[in-house]
């Protein structure tokens, strides 16, 4: 076997391959990459320039140019499940992470857990909500943390647990923005890290909390947008979608708004009482941008406007952290990826310290929500929001970027992939098999597939099928499940009566045309494979107390 026979040749081998070659430990050690995780939360599918938006987000944009861009990956569409199954490697009806959630099993490892058996230093900072491991360092494994423990506030009010300690309250007096402090705290793990461990590797995960409601953002990051938005969200739709089509990203229309729908949990509070609270140009619906008042037309254009500033704000500092690398000689051999945990959200609610009618939008005495139609221009060129299973709840871009390794720079990769794929990819590249047994119990197989060789070669990783389940909370028990497999994908909501629809995604993936009237027979073998593998992971979900020694 040749070394230059590899389509990766940069001077770099994966680890995975290490065992073809007679390299001693030393040689192994040194090339083990760095890796940082960097996800967003409630940011639509092309919010960033690289994947057709109008927001400044050059700092993203120049990793995707130098790197990769994944058109066909998947999370779980809400928060929590999407968190649990990337650190975890399963889908979250199979470790107690969906709703209602149960114990996590027993035999569950995280990913810190697993990089640590090699050498790695593990940090996080931001955003943890695995909510049956509570604690990142003694139910997640991370060497250090900054977990971000009472959501919803930016400017202060919010709760940081550093190191499983007691929540530490940012007051009033401290005033500084929440995305910005998280990068601080990730910043000091890589400066530590480099003054004391600089010949390990490290793996950080920084998981930020924007873009989520509340919308609230700094006034210098506003006024870059505050005129952008006044033509509304059905101009904005069809600019991203040109911009898309331009780039090879997407060959279908997008799919019209569903002015009837916004989301799949009942309101915090009753329509008229929540649009009293919030002001007189709210409106609950995606309707169409010119049946809007002018003073509607402006109210909604500045929550746009508050939105990418948020957004904005994320690129700077993912721009302090690819300087800190650089500072630190280590940006080369650093694999850095960057998703979102879910679509954007219809939501619209108040919480936190409620909402001031009369403050200035964006400022910390605020709470607006997004809401459905920017939701539905956020996540062009797909059908849906968050929480749903539509792509425009699961589908999420997906830069890899890793200059010692990846050649093909700019390059876009089609070949599916889902979050429960980091797991099994990052155990691959550092030369890990999956442990039979954890704790005292038989673990499953992963269910994910390796993305290795996509970084490398299109059209090389292949799922038999990626499965969703989600439970929205509501007194109604909404559950919006779907399965994919190849091209084809069957989804249902609870909202249509349990009634399943089958799209042909390579030409379809904004799920307009449904084929199970004409293909019946393709409908009812995915709908038994969706059934099998439920009840599978359902019944994984209930195994975590088996012990091994009964073997």
Known sequence: ?????????????????????????????????????????????????????????????????????????????????????????????????????????????TLPQYLKGVGYKTYHSGKWHYMNKPQPRSDGGFDQSCMLARHGFYFYDYDLVLNDQPPERHTKKDDKFLTTVLTDHALSFLDEHHQNDSDKPFFLYLAYFAPHFPLQARSEDIDKYRDRYIDGWDQLKQERWKRMKNAGLVNHSPPPREPYVNQTYEHLMT??????????GEVLY??????????????????MAIHAAMVDRIDQEVGRVVGQLKSMGVFENTLIFFLSDNGASAEIMIRGNGHDRNAEPGSAETFLCLGPGWANASNTPFRRYKSWTHEGGVATP??????????????????????????????????????????????????????????????????????????????????????????????????????????????????????????????????????????????????????????
């Open 286 to 303: 995606p309707v169409a941008w010119e049946s809007l008042s002018d003073k509607e037309k402006q109210f909604q254009s500045m929550k």
């Open 398 to 551: 997906l830069i890899v970027h890793w200059p010692q390794a990846i050649s093909s720079i700019g390059a876009l990769r089609d070949d599916p992939g889902h979050v429960i794929d980091f797991v099994p990819t990052l155990l691959d590249l550092v030369g890990l098999q999956q442990e039979s047994v954890w704790q005292g119990s038989l673990v499953p197989t992963l269910p994910g597939k390796s993305l290795v060789p996509a970084f490398f070669t299109e059209g090389s990783v292949n799922h038999e099928y990626l499965y969703f389940n989600h439970h929205a909370m509501s007194e109604n028990g909404i559950q919006n499940r779907a399965l994919r497999m190849g091209h084809w994908k069957i989804v249902s909501s609870g909202t249509d009566n349990d009634k399943w629809s089958l799209y042909n995604l390579e030409n379809d993936r904004g799920e307009q045309i449904d084929l199970s009237e004409d293909k019946p027979e393709l409908l009812k073998i995915m709908f038994k494979k969706w059934m099998e593998v439920d009840e599978e992971y359902e019944n994984i979900s209930n195994q975590g107390k088996i012990i091994y020694d009964l073997y």
């Open 1 to 109: 076997m040749q070394i230059n026979s590899f389509p990766w040749a940069k001077g770099i081998i994966p680890v995975a391959l290490l065992g073809s070659f007679h390299l001693n430990a030393q040689e192994e050690e040194r090339k083990l990459p760095n890796i940082i995780i960097i996800m967003t939360d409630d940011m639509g599918y092309s919010d960033l320039g690289c994947y057709g938006g109008e927001i400044n987000t050059p700092n993203i944009d120049k990793l995707a140019e130098n790197g990769l861009r994944f058109t066909n990956f998947y999370n779980c569409g809400r928060s929590w499940p999407t968190r649990a199954s990337l650190l975890s490697g399963y889908y979250p009806n199979a470790i107690g992470m969906d709703h209602p959630r149960k114990p996590s099993p027993s035999w569950v490892k």
């Open 271 to 280: 329509d008229k009482i929540l649009l009293d609270s919030l002001g007189t």
